[in-house]
């Protein structure tokens, strides 16, 4: 075949209308591809033959506008890109886009005119689907319903956009059982009718095909509903009664569990889902999950107001507060961790670092309403171990000396050498108090000093060691010290520029104390400053142990085990990222991911072995304590595989629980690089939990 005839074959499949026209208003056609019958419904001989030429294709009100900018284009660089409407040999409009450029005449002009029409008919429909949906995400998000608690009503306003958003006859809303045994209808409205209906139930039992496929999945886009696998079992009893060909159901998430449905349904001819269409579709779902959320919250703060009375209500909503604001926590402190070892400018640094300081406060603030909610259950444990007090003291200091140079305030340490080196307390909790005594004696002292001493008191056979903080500010006014150490208690002081915590500080800090058989108190004068002094029984222990000092750590920025190979088994998108994106960062571990603890047991059974899984505790499916104990059961090398648990809850009953399950670590969430760094070393070093 000659190269002009291959040329010629090429010319005529193009999927569009390649042309050579006169450089004329009317751009006479002398040659055009193919394909030009499929795009206008002309053959090439009609077109080529017609004296109208290619301006006689363009709807009227758009010729004279295209002209101009071809000529404006030739004039500027002798070519140009246009976008308009066609008339098509039925009549029809349809929208297409044009390149051409132009053929010099020898002149300084331009004789012809080549190009290429194509058909975007597809990405108009697009934008136009994608700007409806985004008007309609608008309304939804911004409707007074939303996070007012009514969810039947708010359901009837989600539902409408629903229907008209996608050209659908019914759209509804069904939510889950606690055990998600069933699907009730909530809302479901009829478009043709404008009415709406609540009736139906259906169960898992019934229908196990289509929960599994709700369960293992963000959405199910059925565009043959009576044939699909996932959704044919509704055929008989539900969508040929109805006429329905088509289904889109999205899954309504609330903390990662499936808390229900929005449901779209077609009655029209076999209908293929786009994937913006599905995106919109999530996107009304997750509305609807905030307004769950938003009335559960409601309803919880009504239950807390009519139940304050009972300490066993408050402490029960603060711990599950905590522990649904990790997870997401974990996200926001996770990904701007990965952003700050980008590449960024001193303008979004500085973002960050806010982002990365909120996010701090916020965990302080979660922990302060976790530690109470144990103490006042009777379920905050110590864990008194040989401590340096001495390094725990130097430790502190040099936290805290950056915040003092900033406030102009000298902070002075004076230990007495009556003091034993080792005692046996509970470091962590010490720590804790005097965190909480010297950041308030810094937040609320403007100017002069903060004094930390630390002695012995000795008093026969209740000899006790102390220790004081001191500060210069304004001191404490009688009718404020009686009630300092009551919880939610917040001082107003003109020293610390506004800045409030929860009001637990210092209740936490005495309770503590008196946990480790010691006391809190205050002296202060309005003027003069305040003292606050920590007392605690004497445990001293003679053998050499070091403790209290932050043993030496290698940087996990600088650590590279590409070898390794990890699973990270997290059903929440967020978090999952999080944890794949810190292990290629930081490490060079290119680590596989499972959605639920069925994927990550199928992917060990196909061979696959791990030196390390990463296991979320709370999944659909199967959670991370039953897919440990179901690992523990595979033969080695695989059941012997190291798993560290990932969860929300810090309470001691929840780590015994995974450790019961046989899980090797236990993270908290939120973590950061460290937290993971610790768990990669263990392994490594093959150190156990």
């Given at each position: 075949?000659?190269?002009?005839?291959?040329?010629?074959?090429?010319f005529?499949?193009?999927?569009?209308m390649?042309y050579?026209?006169?450089?004329?208003?009317?751009?006479?056609?002398?040659?055009?591809s193919?394909?030009?019958?499929?795009?206008?419904?002309?053959s090439?001989?009609?077109?080529?033959?017609?004296?109208?030429?290619?301006?006689?294709?363009?709807?009227?009100?758009?010729?004279?506008?295209?002209?101009?900018?071809?000529q404006?284009?030739?004039?500027?660089?002798?070519?140009?890109?246009?976008?308009?409407?066609?008339?098509?040999?039925?009549?029809?409009?349809?929208?297409?886009?044009?390149?051409?450029?132009g053929?010099?005449?020898?002149?300084?002009?331009?004789?012809?005119?080549?190009?290429f029409?194509?058909?975007?008919?597809?990405?108009?429909?697009?934008?136009?689907?994608?700007?409806?949906a985004h008007?309609?995400?608008v309304?939804?998000?911004?409707?007074?319903?939303?996070?007012?608690?009514?969810?039947?009503?708010?359901?009837?306003?989600?539902?409408?956009l629903?229907?008209?958003?996608?050209?659908?006859?019914?759209?509804?809303?069904?939510?889950m059982?606690?055990?998600?045994?069933?699907?009730?209808?909530?809302?479901?409205?009829?478009?043709?009718?404008?009415?709406?209906?609540?009736?139906?139930?259906?169960?898992?039992?019934?229908?196990?095909?289509?929960?599994a496929a709700?369960?293992?999945g963000?959405?199910?886009?059925?565009?043959?509903?009576?044939?699909?696998?996932?959704?044919?079992?509704?055929?008989?009893?539900?969508l040929?009664p109805?006429?329905?060909?088509?289904?889109?159901?999205?899954?309504?998430?609330?903390?990662?569990?499936?808390?229900?449905?929005?449901?779209?349904?077609?009655?029209g001819?076999?209908?293929?889902?786009?994937?913006?269409?599905?995106?919109?579709?999530g996107?009304?779902?997750?509305?609807?999950?905030?307004?769950?959320?938003?009335?559960?919250k409601?309803?919880?703060m009504?239950?807390?107001?009519?139940?304050?009375?009972?300490?066993?209500?408050?402490?029960?909503?603060?711990?599950?507060?905590?522990?649904?604001?990790?997870?997401?926590?974990?996200?926001?402190?996770?990904?701007?961790?990965?952003?700050?070892?980008?590449?960024?400018?001193?303008?979004?640094?500085e973002?960050?670092?806010?982002?990365?300081?909120?996010?701090?406060?916020?965990?302080?603030?979660?922990n302060?309403?976790?530690?109470?909610?144990?103490?006042?259950?009777?379920?905050?444990?110590?864990?008194?171990?040989?401590?340096?007090?001495?390094?725990?003291?130097?430790?502190?200091?040099?936290?805290?000396?950056?915040?003092?140079?900033?406030?102009?305030?000298?902070?002075?340490?004076?230990?007495?050498?009556?003091?034993p080196?080792?005692?046996?307390?509970?470091?962590?909790?010490?720590?804790?108090?005097?965190?909480?005594?010297?950041?308030?004696?810094?937040?609320?002292?403007?100017?002069?000093?903060v004094?930390?001493?630390?002695?012995?008191?000795?008093?026969?056979?209740n000899?006790?060691?102390?220790?004081?903080?001191?500060?210069?500010?304004d001191?404490?006014?009688?009718?404020?010290?009686?009630r300092?150490?009551?919880p939610?208690?917040?001082?107003?002081?003109?020293?610390?520029?506004g800045?409030?915590?929860?009001?637990?500080?210092?209740?936490?800090?005495?309770?503590?104390?008196?946990?480790?058989?010691?006391?809190?108190?205050?002296?202060?004068?309005?003027?003069?400053g305040?003292?606050?002094?920590?007392?605690?029984?004497?445990?001293?222990?003679?053998?050499?142990?070091?403790?209290?000092?932050?043993?030496?750590?290698?940087?996990p920025?600088?650590?590279r085990?590409?070898?390794?190979?990890?699973?990270?088994?997290?059903d929440?998108?967020?978090?999952?990222?999080?944890i794949?994106?810190?292990?290629?960062?930081?490490?060079?571990?290119?680590?596989?991911?499972?959605?639920?603890?069925?994927?990550?047991?199928?992917?060990?059974?196909?061979?696959?072995?791990?030196?390390?899984?990463?296991?979320?505790?709370?999944?659909?499916?199967?959670?991370?304590?039953?897919?440990?104990r179901?690992?523990?059961?595979?033969?080695?090398?695989?059941?012997?595989?190291?798993?560290?648990?990932?969860?929300?809850?810090?309470?001691?009953?929840?780590?015994?629980?995974?450790?019961?399950?046989?899980?090797?670590?236990?993270?908290?969430?939120?973590?950061?690089?460290?937290?993971?760094?610790?768990?990669?070393?263990?392994?490594?070093?093959?150190?156990?939990?």
């Open positions: 075949m000659s190269d002009h005839a291959t040329q010629t074959m090429m005529a499949r193009l999927p569009g390649a050579r026209s006169l450089n004329d208003p009317e751009r006479p056609l002398i040659e055009v193919g394909k030009v019958e499929a795009l206008t419904g002309f090439a001989a009609r077109l080529t033959g017609d004296a109208s030429g290619l301006a006689g294709l363009i709807q009227p009100r758009d010729r004279d506008r295209v002209w101009r900018q071809i404006e284009g030739l004039a500027h660089d002798g070519c140009f890109d246009l976008e308009y409407r066609i008339i098509t040999a039925d009549g029809g409009v349809k929208p297409v886009q044009e390149h051409g450029e053929v010099p005449d020898g002149q300084g002009g331009w004789r012809e005119l080549v190009g029409v194509s058909d975007c008919s597809m990405r108009v429909a697009q934008q136009e689907r994608l700007e409806l008007r309609a995400i309304r939804a998000a911004e409707h007074p319903l939303q996070g007012a608690g009514d969810i039947q009503a708010y359901a009837g306003v989600l539902t409408r629903l229907s008209d958003t996608l050209h659908v006859q019914f759209a509804g809303i069904w939510l059982d606690t055990d998600q045994s069933s699907l009730a209808q909530l809302c479901v409205y009829d478009r043709q009718t404008d009415s709406f209906t609540q009736s139906l139930t259906l169960a898992a039992a019934d229908y196990p095909d289509y929960f709700l369960m293992s963000r959405a199910i886009d059925a565009a043959d509903a009576r044939h699909d696998p996932r959704t044919c079992e509704f055929r008989e009893s539900y040929e109805h006429g329905i060909n088509a289904m889109l159901d999205a899954a309504i998430r609330v903390n990662g569990k499936i808390v229900g449905i929005v449901c779209c349904e077609h009655t001819p076999v209908r293929r889902w786009y994937a913006d269409e599905i995106s919109f579709a996107e009304i779902a997750d509305q609807m999950a905030q307004s769950l959320i938003s009335r559960d409601l309803e919880a009504r239950l807390l107001n009519e139940e304050r009375g009972s300490i066993r209500a408050r402490n029960d909503f603060m711990a599950r507060l905590s522990h649904e604001i990790r997870t997401p926590m974990n996200g926001v402190l996770g990904m701007t961790e990965l952003l700050q070892h980008t590449v960024v400018t001193a303008e979004q640094r973002y960050l670092d806010v982002i990365a300081q909120s996010g701090r406060l916020l965990l302080h603030i979660i302060d309403i976790l530690d109470y909610s144990k103490i006042e259950a009777g379920k905050l444990a110590l864990n008194p171990q040989p401590c340096n007090i001495a390094d725990l003291l130097h430790n502190l200091g040099r936290q805290f000396q950056s915040q003092a140079n900033a406030a102009g305030l000298q902070l002075q340490w004076r230990i007495d050498d009556s003091l080196t080792l005692l046996r307390c509970d470091a962590g909790r010490v720590q804790q108090i005097l965190v909480n005594l010297i950041g308030n004696a810094l937040k609320f002292t403007r100017q002069g000093s004094r930390i001493h630390a002695w012995l008191q000795e008093s026969g056979e000899t006790r060691w102390c220790i004081s903080v001191t500060d210069s500010g001191g404490i006014e009688p009718e404020l010290l009686g300092i150490f009551e939610f208690e917040q001082g107003e002081h003109p020293a610390a520029g800045e409030k915590g929860t009001g637990l500080g210092l209740a936490i800090a005495r309770s503590l104390a008196q946990l480790m058989q010691g006391t809190l108190e205050v002296v202060s004068e309005p003027g003069k305040s003292v606050f002094t920590l007392r605690l029984p004497l445990a001293e222990v003679a053998e050499s142990v070091s403790g209290g000092a932050e043993p030496a750590r290698l940087k920025e600088r650590v085990l590409p070898g390794m190979n990890i699973l990270v088994v997290e929440d998108d967020t978090n999952r990222k999080v794949l994106g810190m292990l290629d960062r930081y490490f060079g571990i290119r680590a596989d991911s499972a959605v639920n603890g069925l994927d990550a047991l199928e992917q060990m059974a196909s061979g696959r072995c791990y030196d390390l899984i990463f296991m979320d505790c709370e999944m659909p499916l199967m959670d991370g304590y039953e897919t440990t179901r690992i523990r059961t595979l033969p080695a090398p695989g059941g012997q595989t190291p798993v560290a648990a990932i969860s929300a809850h810090a309470l001691e009953e929840m780590k015994a629980k995974a450790f019961a399950a046989g899980v090797n670590y236990y993270v908290t969430k939120p973590f950061g690089q460290e937290e993971l760094f610790q768990v990669i070393r263990q392994v490594r070093d093959g150190a156990g939990s």
